[in-house]
């Protein structure tokens, strides 16, 4: 879906303006249909059984489809802030495999890994939260890798330090574009299709009960329709892990740039 805008929003904001639509148009339908229903079914409550049986296969099977959604979209969560840390891990570790350099190189290489680190939380990160991938990183690392491989190795050490520097470039490379690729999920338009289709149709289906006290049956069903409200927040908010208040942060960058990476002592 497009509708990115609800990100500009706070989380709380966001999840009262979805439960309160969905509180509204269940509530509306309720009072709309309810005559309807009166003339269809009669004033009685003969039908309350069978429509009791197809509103609980029909809860449960929306209910597992809206649970595994939301799981999906949580693991989706977890595993892209596990490639950001895997990511900061690896600059951390190339930055320290440069202590084997002689100087100056030494010094270019520590503050082009700066550099890059401060690229990926001041311009970066920004362009991620609008769904934006840019390359500013990836010169860096194109200078970074020029660098190293004009070094030309003679002793046995210096051969092993660069085999293992290239080596761990190729994973900050690797983890970097896992992170990229991963700027773009969420959810396709079928499947929200299928959430909101499924929770208009739950929430139908309970106007075809009669309940004598319309007050009690408008509470019945605002609860529902609060209920879903909520599930359907919480999958919005996790759907896109770079967007919102709920979103996949640069700590571990900042982190490393305030440990790890700062100029040594001369």
């Known amino acids: ?21 969905l509180l509204a148009l269940s509530l509306a339908g309720l009072f709309a249909t309810r005559p309807l229903v009166r003339r269809m079914l009669g004033p009685t409550a003969n039908y309350n059984d069978v429509v009791s049986y197809f509103f609980a296969g029909i809860g449960v099977f929306y209910g597992l489809a809206l649970g595994l959604i939301a799981v999906a979209t949580w693991e989706n969560y977890t595993d892209i802030d596990g490639v950001v840390g895997t990511e900061a891990a690896a600059v951390a570790s190339l930055y320290r495999d440069l202590d084997g350099y002689p100087q100056p190189l030494r010094g270019r290489l520590e503050e082009m890994m700066r550099e890059y680190t401060k690229t990926v939380i001041e311009t970066e990160w920004p362009a991620h939260r609008e769904g934006l991938t840019p390359d500013d990183g ?129």
Request: proline fraction near 5%.
């Open 138 to 266: 990836d010169a860096i690392l194109d200078r970074i890798e020029d660098e190293v491989m004009r070094f030309d190795p003679t002793k046995e050490r210096e051969k092993i330090l660069q085999a293992e520097v290239l080596r761990s470039l190729d994973t900050v490379q690797e983890q970097r574009r896992l992170r990229l690729q991963a700027v773009p999920t969420g959810l396709p338009a079928a499947l929200w299709s299928v959430v909101l289709i499924g929770a208009l149709l739950n929430v139908a289906l309970t106007y075809l009960f009669w309940v004598d006290n319309l007050l009690v049956h408008a509470i019945l069903v605002a609860i529902l329709a609060v209920f879903i409200g909520l599930l359907i927040f919480l999958t919005a908010a996790m759907d896109n892990p770079f967007r919102g208040d709920f979103s996949v942060a640069p700590d571990a960058f900042q982190s490393l740039l305030d440990k790890i990476l700062r100029p040594r002592r001369q």
């Open 1 to 21: 879906m497009t509708m990115y805008w609800i990100y500009d929003l706070p989380n709380w904001t966001l999840g009262v303006l979805i439960v309160a639509i």
